[in-house]
């Protein structure tokens, strides 16, 4: 569920951001001066070390259903095992296999579509704008979790399909940034500039546009994917998404919901998925601190 | 859209004549765009039930029913499913403008009636957590802005961002075996009691039909009843809010008028309050808006956990079910509130700040 | 500034605290089973019932839910019912005695003299045969039980019923609360009609969801198809007074029934899975089988699939499935599904004469059939769980075990409505479905024959198996039980050999109650009774 403030606003400060600094260099962070930025990227990087050597790392096959079922953790199932007698603790590093990467790509692709379309919206105006931005309201007007159901429910419960509907649900907000950022840059004097040097409106818009835009996306994206992890293991924890026998954090937490008792099948699944946003929320919220000048300079006096 | 910004320059404001005439056009054309998203709206809902592969017939007929051409096919006249696609959107169309949402397949009650008696479960408990949210969340984000950089702001800063970051369906699920079952503070589950009959029915709210016609057993029964769901709710929004008013507040502190009140010798409450926070409220008023609409939305995935007969189970329902116009009612409502919210929230902004007023 | 922030944080946590202190003096009274010494007014005791609700409406005629069984069976009386668990023999009801003619197509019952509606009325014969066309003619899910049947009322007292085929099973079949007696004055004044005609007719559905017209131990209070329904005791009972004097039937999640049980908010719980009611303690667990019946089916069409039609791959799946893990799987209580007919009903095979696991054989088999190491789906419907267990899990075990055997199967778990459109076209190369009895015959699983109802899904169709279909014409035409005891377990035993059914499991009833509960058992048929607790 994005919560975005409507394009007035601009709560990211980010169009003044690109007003002040016309050509923004790429931002590298200053880690020892944010510890929240280093957290961040050390538990992420954790997981993507996890996510890559799960097989062998994990002491289990996530999926063999050899032990007791509902063990409490112990030496040997140092999460416990569910249900189904397999083990937690390797399913649950298994299911940093399934949302990180996915993750990552629904963003990327929510990114693309958006930036693309708003791009043009902003760019050529007119008739074009309109239906574009009037398509963006009417995806707004659903509150995420609701569109996001009716389409997985639509197209039948898959995780290809849910990763689809999260996708369709969060474009806007690119579209939106993208094209506000635009519609400010089109008045700039290096914008106009390259018109009357005779680059077409596509060249002005990835030249000389794109870079500036860049970071705010960017930074857009990276509040955006922590929200993208919750919904789409919100869709699997309804039965929308993953389907068993897939080690997936949020239909483990759905299996958590049928044995209440059982505190272990529910609890570490969850906090996985509370570690992987958190430490997303942390690298955004601190990129966001790094590009806004204003903040910037409220927080250093 | 019209949309005023707050970076543009002031401009000198209109006459009252001219000032009523511009808030009657605002209005006019704020309904006017609300019309038209909700009619898209009902276009996309439809659009996306009608894709399933599902037959609704089969899932609310019953097992042996089903076997039976003839009670599908009456199923299906019924609920006109056998006329072709934009027949059967008009027909709605026309329906709706009668008001009439539609049978529902699955409770075989007119949608209306369902949403009449789910609405007000699900209002309450979203009230109660925007309340709740509202309150917490501006508080803690004018200490995080006031004590900015020091250690209270750092540990709000790392506790908000926990907030958003949390799944709520998991911090149900924890929230609910702590506080209800290990514990026992607070009831598990229901709007009330099983044995208490609910109070007179003014609004549909426990809280305030109790209230009003002073049966104020059942007003604390409903009350302690709203907390737990509540409070899990305002988790998300609680994130939300403070470090929106934390960023909004240090952004309006960082300017000259603000130095220039605190050198007139004002108390820093003072400065903080009418100087700062009023200004920001602005921000603040638009995200709790959208944030309402957000709350509605995770009813979805709170409600069943605590036997909460709401819209979140209703949708959730009738997504399963491929209940069509229960679906699309659903849909319509939520999209509603999502549009009168932006309204008042507009409004909302012409009142608290001057220089925005219909520009 | 800070001060008033610091006020408001003091005030949230003032009033948590006082929330906090309110329900922990206050759960202690909220009404139990026994009322003693509480706040609660001494005369009426109540009952909270927590199940995870599958329900429509409470009219007779148009409920077949198990919800809606178990409601209707207290507010409404039938000709014959079932007393406790046991399913097998139909005891009276509303009706004393009954005969049957030869050729089962005639039976004869003689009403009780003397029973009263709650609202006073007398039950007369002519509600009988209101209550049962009504029941047939308005084409909703119950509408099947009186195919084929007319009921007439030749005297004031006493109802025949006339079947077109033999039908033994009309006994069995009168049990169910779908044929419950409504008072026939009300339900006509209500827009009601049990003409030819009252699938359009029949208007009287709002009003029987709110007020009951029946002769049963409770009335009906409230209803609500999303919280809760609430029941009062009828006070013109003509049989022994329920013990409680109001039944409240809560819509609650199963995991959180466990919890409220195990709290006191309620006194009985009905979903909870094995798993789930293991290790529970202060509680009264009641354990049986229960007739619900989990099976694997492999299409014996060759145009669907011309690996599943293959016999040989049948009996490889047959023998390679382990049946005692399953078994283990679905918990304590739960037993290997013999044959199609589940174990409490007459013509089911003893304990032990099931498929047996036999890897070995199973491999062979696969060789023999010569479709080499195939790949298949396996559809299953994701979103429902019977009996506290969800299919996915079932079917992720049969993965594993045919696995192993050298068969290849993708899961192919979805929505109810989307996996019942291809399960009941046929369309469906193996599939995970379970039948629910319609009533307690065995008569009911003669749809598994090859060209019936069940058959026609796994793509058996009339003329597969010819001595197979002549067993089942002769047993669903002989009244004998004892006959037909030997002929359908003679029906099963071929079904076991060769047939593209596999019956898997029967799973756990459970029932979690309060201690104080007194006489709680568990109904193949509505769950509970709830008006023979004590």
Redesign the interface.
């Known amino acids: 569920m994005t919560v975005s403030a409507r394009a007035p606003l601009d709560p990211l400060g980010t169009a003044d951001a690109v007003t002040r600094r016309r050509r923004l260099r790429p931002v590298t962070p200053v880690p020892w001066r944010r510890p929240l930025a280093l957290t961040g990227l050390a538990v992420i990087g954790a997981w993507v070390v996890v996510a890559i050597f799960a097989p062998l790392i994990a002491p289990d096959n996530p999926l063999a259903q050899k032990f007791t079922i509902l063990a409490g953790p112990s030496a040997a199932n140092w999460f416990g095992t569910d249900e189904l007698g397999r083990d937690v603790f390797s399913r649950v590093l298994f299911g940093a296999r399934i949302t990180l990467p996915l993750a990552v790509i629904l963003i990327v692709s929510a990114m693309i579509i958006g930036a693309v379309l708003g791009g043009i919206a902003g760019f050529f105006g007119g008739w074009v704008d309109n239906v574009i931005m009037r398509l963006a309201d009417l995806v707004f007007a659903f509150p995420g979790i609701i569109l996001a159901l009716a389409i997985a429910a639509a197209l039948g419960p898959q995780l290809r399909n849910a990763v689809i509907a999260v996708v369709f649900v969060s474009w806007p907000s690119y579209a939106r940034l993208v094209r506000s950022l635009v519609l400010s840059a089109r008045s700039a004097q290096y914008v106009v500039a390259s018109r009357l040097l005779g680059s077409s409106g596509l060249r002005v818009l990835f030249v000389d546009i794109r870079p500036n835009a860049a970071g705010p996306v960017l930074v857009l994206a990276a509040l955006d994917v922590g929200n993208a992890v919750l919904l789409l293991s919100g869709l699997s924890f309804l039965g929308l998404g993953a389907q068993p026998p897939t080690a997936e954090w949020g239909a483990m937490v759905a299996e958590g919901a049928q044995n209440f008792n059982d505190w272990w099948v529910g609890l570490f699944p969850g906090l996985a998925i509370l570690t992987v946003v958190l430490a997303f929320n942390f690298i955004g919220d601190s990129l966001r601190d790094m590009l806004d000048p204003r903040t910037a300079r409220a927080v250093r006096i | 859209?019209s949309?005023?910004?707050?970076?543009e320059p002031a401009v000198p404001r209109p006459r009252t004549g001219a000032r009523h005439r511009d808030l009657r056009r605002f209005l006019l054309q704020r309904l006017g765009t609300g019309v038209?998203?909700l009619i898209?709206?009902t276009l996309?809902?439809f659009v996306?039930?009608h894709?399933?592969?599902?037959?609704?017939a089969?899932?609310n007929?019953?097992?042996?029913?089903?076997?039976?051409p003839?009670?599908v096919a009456?199923f299906r006249h019924q609920y006109g499913l056998d006329r072709p696609l934009p027949v059967q959107y008009v027909v709605y169309l026309k329906n709706l403008l009668h008001g009439n949402l539609g049978i529902s397949e699955?409770?075989?009650r007119p949608v209306l009636t369902d949403l009449a008696?789910?609405i007000p479960a699900s209002i309450e408990l979203a009230l109660f957590a925007i309340v709740l949210s509202t309150?917490?969340g501006v508080?803690l984000g004018?200490?995080a802005a006031?004590f900015?950089?020091r250690w209270p702001d750092n540990v709000i800063?790392?506790v908000s961002?926990?907030g958003?970051?949390?799944?709520?369906?998991?911090v149900a699920?924890?929230a609910?075996?702590l506080l209800?079952?290990k514990l026992?503070?607070?009831?598990?589950?229901?709007?009330l009691?099983?044995?208490q009959?609910p109070p007179t029915h003014l609004t549909g709210l426990f809280t305030v039909d109790a209230a009003v016609h002073g049966q104020w057993a059942l007003f604390?029964?409903a009350?302690?009843h709203l907390?737990l769901p509540g409070l899990v709710l305002a988790i998300?929004t609680v994130g939300?809010l403070t470090?929106?008013t934390r960023?909004?507040m240090?952004?309006i502190?960082?300017n000259d008028y603000v130095r220039a009140a605190r050198l007139k010798g004002l108390p820093?409450?003072v400065v903080?309050?009418r100087h700062v926070l009023r200004p920001a409220l602005v921000?603040i008023i638009?995200?709790a808006g959208?944030?309402f609409?957000?709350l509605?939305?995770?009813t979805?995935?709170v409600e069943?956990?605590f036997?909460w007969?709401g819209i979140g189970?209703?949708?959730?329902h009738s997504?399963?079910?491929?209940d069509l116009p229960a679906?699309m009612g659903?849909?319509l409502f939520?999209?509603l509130v999502?549009?009168v919210v932006?309204l008042v929230v507009d409004l909302l902004y012409g009142v608290i700040d001057p220089r925005i007023r219909l520009s | 500034m800070r001060l008033n922030q610091w006020l408001a944080a003091g005030c949230v946590v003032a009033v948590t605290i006082g929330l906090s202190a309110c329900s922990s003096t206050s759960s202690g009274s909220s009404s139990s089973g026994t009322s003693a010494g509480t706040t609660s007014a001494p005369a009426v005791s109540n009952l909270v019932v927590e199940t995870s609700f599958v329900l429509k409406t409470v009219d007779p005629a148009r409920m077949f839910e198990p919800t809606g069984l178990m409601i209707d069976h207290v507010l409404y009386d039938t000709l014959l019912t079932y007393k406790g668990s046991n399913v097998s023999t139909p005891v009276p009801d509303l009706a004393t005695s009954y005969t049957a003619s030869a050729d089962a197509k005639t039976y004869t019952f003689t009403l009780r003299q003397g029973v009263k509606f709650a609202n006073g009325d007398p039950v007369t014969a002519s509600d009988v045969v209101f209550s049962l066309m009504r029941t047939k003619n308005i084409n909703g899910n119950p509408s099947f039980l009186m195919a084929g049947i007319t009921a007439t009322a030749p005297s004031a007292n006493t109802v025949v019923l006339t079947s077109s085929t033999p039908n033994t099973a009309i006994p069995a079949i009168l049990t169910n609360p779908a044929l419950g007696i409504v008072d026939q004055s009300k339900v006509v004044a209500a827009g009601g009609s049990d003409a030819a005609n009252a699938a359009t007719a029949d208007k009287a559905e709002a009003s029987l969801n709110t007020t009951s017209e029946g002769s049963g131990p409770y009335t009906l209070t409230s209803f609500s198809t999303t919280t809760q329904v609430v029941l009062t005791a009828n006070p013109n009972y003509w049989g022994p007074k329920p013990k409680y004097g109001k039944i409240i039937i809560r819509n609650v999640e199963a995991s959180i029934q466990k919890l409220d049980v195990l709290r006191g908010e309620s006194q009985i719980a009905v979903d909870l899975s094995p798993t789930q009611a293991q290790g529970m303690s202060g509680v009264q667990i009641v354990n049986g089988a229960s007739p619900n019946l989990f099976f694997l089916l492999t299409n014996d069409n060759p145009k669907v699939s011309k690996v599943t039609s293959n016999p040989k791959f049948q009996e490889a799946v047959r023998d390679g499935i382990n049946y005692a893990s399953l078994v283990q799987l679905a918990g304590t209580g739960a037993v290997q599904a013999t044959g199609i007919i589940p174990t409490m009903f007459l013509g089911s095979l003893p304990t032990g004469s099931g498929a047996t696991y036999n890897l070995t054989q199973a491999k062979a088999d696969l060789a023999a059939s010569g479709v080499g190491h195939p790949t298949l789906n396996l559809v299953y419907p994701s979103d429902i769980q019977v009996n506290g267990i969800s299919f996915g899990t079932l079917a992720a075990r049969v993965q594993q075990d045919l696995q192993q055997v050298g068969i290849n199967v993708q899961l192919q778990g979805q929505s109810i409505q989307v996996a019942l459109n291809s399960y009941r076209g046929g369309q469906e190369a193996m599939g995970l479905w379970y039948w629910g009895p319609d009533f307690p015959d065995p008569a009911d699983y003669l749809n598994f024959l090859p060209g019936a109802l069940v058959g026609l899904r796994a793509g058996w169709v009339k003329g597969a198996d010819p001595s197979l279909e002549a067993l089942g014409n002769t047993a669903s035409g002989t009244t004998q039980n004892s006959t037909r005891e030997t002929l359908y377990q003679q029906i099963l035993r071929s079904m076991n050999t060769s047939s593209p059914f596999m019956p898997l499991i029967q799973p756990a009833q459970i029932l979690v109650g309060a201690t104080s509960l007194k006489n709680l058992q568990s109904n193949a048929l509505w769950l509970v009774d709830l008006s023979e607790l004590g």
């Open positions: 859209m949309s005023a910004s707050v970076t038209v998203l898209g709206i996309v809902a996306v039930t894709l399933v592969p599902g037959d609704p089969a899932a007929l019953g097992q042996r029913a089903i076997g039976d003839a009670a009456a699955q409770s075989h008696e789910y309150v917490v508080g004018v200490i006031v900015s950089n800063r790392v961002l926990a958003v970051s949390m799944p709520i369906f998991w699920l924890v609910f075996y209800f079952f026992g503070w607070l009831p598990g589950g229901g709007r009691d099983p044995t009959n604390w029964s009350l302690r907390v998300y939300v470090r929106f960023a909004s240090l952004e502190m960082g820093e409450r903080i309050l921000s638009t995200v959208v944030a609409g957000n509605l939305s995770g979805v995935l069943n956990i036997s007969p189970q209703y949708a959730y997504a399963i079910n491929l679906i659903v849909s939520v999209a999502y549009i932006n």
